[in-house]
């Protein structure tokens, strides 16, 4: 059996699934959540309200953690594999020089970012991380959402102070010097910091070696400009490793959105999904390849997304 069929063998049994989570489902959402709503709608009516009340808001709240246990939470695992199956294919057939693993989410995002001084940030959430390697590079990538702690007398939120991807690249052989660039850096950073702009390019660094900064990461610089373009780009280099912080909108790995109504079995899905990784899976053929930065512009234009054309599973 090809992989091709493995796959779409594997995405039908997916599929029977969902729909089993689906029946039931159906069956007893009703259950779950309308005899709370009748229980606070009659205590409106009695003369025990504050009793029938309290009953109803703990009986919701048993439900709701019952609904995410039976369905939500296994419905998660069902997409994360119906992820890990297309990606799988779609790195054999396009990228086969490139190994990879899905491990899905809240895996390095925390300890990663917070090595490289990037950003701060209280909470540190992380979907649909994968790694790999090419060549002399490793990789990982994962979207992420970083949100800060905001309290006051009588509550703590948090809310939402970067959103989009991170990308970590680690080459044996390379070494560059200490350095943090950023397409849009802070008023503290260019009033107090050691902070330079490249006009040509259009970011602002500091590095520990200027010299060194210059030769070993110019390839970087087209990609700060042309990511620029769509949010804020943070990157951290030291050694052989660089972290880059990219703010986007990209649902990744979840456009279209999975939903326990629809089938797993829809092109939509991977279409998407090689749309997305063969933008991301670019930047490691820049620095793979060493592409110049001449290079790597023209083909930032030129590349056309020929996946999006591909029907097949």
Known sequence: MNSSLKTLTKLQELDVRREEYKVKKDKWLLAYFLIPGLIVLASAFTGVFPLMFGAGIILGGISRALYKYNFKSPFRVLTEQVKEALLGEFIKIYHPTISHKYVGPDHLAKSIIR?????????????????????????????????????????TSYHSI????????????????????????????????????NEEFGFW??????????????????????????????????GDEVTILMESKM??????????????????????????????????DSFTDELTPLEIEEELKLRVMEYAKKKEI
């Open 115 to 155: 090595y490289s001084r990037l950003i701060s940030a209280d909470r540190y959430n992380e979907e649909d991380a994968i790694t790999g390697s090419k060549g002399n590079a490793e990789f990982y990538i994962s979207e992420i959402n970083l949100e800060e702690e905001r309290s006051d007398d009588d509550s």
């Open 162 to 197: 970067f959103k989009g991807l991170l990308f970590k690249i680690k080459l044996k052989g390379r070494a560059f010097p200490k350095s943090q660039l950023y397409s849009q850096p802070n008023m503290f950073k260019r009033w107090f910091g050691d902070i330079r702009k």
């Open 205 to 238: 660094y500091e590095t520990e070696d200027e010299s060194k900064f210059q030769s070993e990461m110019q390839s970087l610089f087209p990609f700060i400009r042309h990511l620029a373009k769509k949010g804020e780009v943070r990157i951290a280099a030291l």
């Open 251 to 284: 649902k990744f790995l979840d456009d279209p959105k999975f939903s326990i109504n629809k089938s797993f079995e829809d092109e939509d899905y991977y279409v998407k999904m090689s749309q997305q990784m063969n933008s991301l899976l670019y930047i490691i």
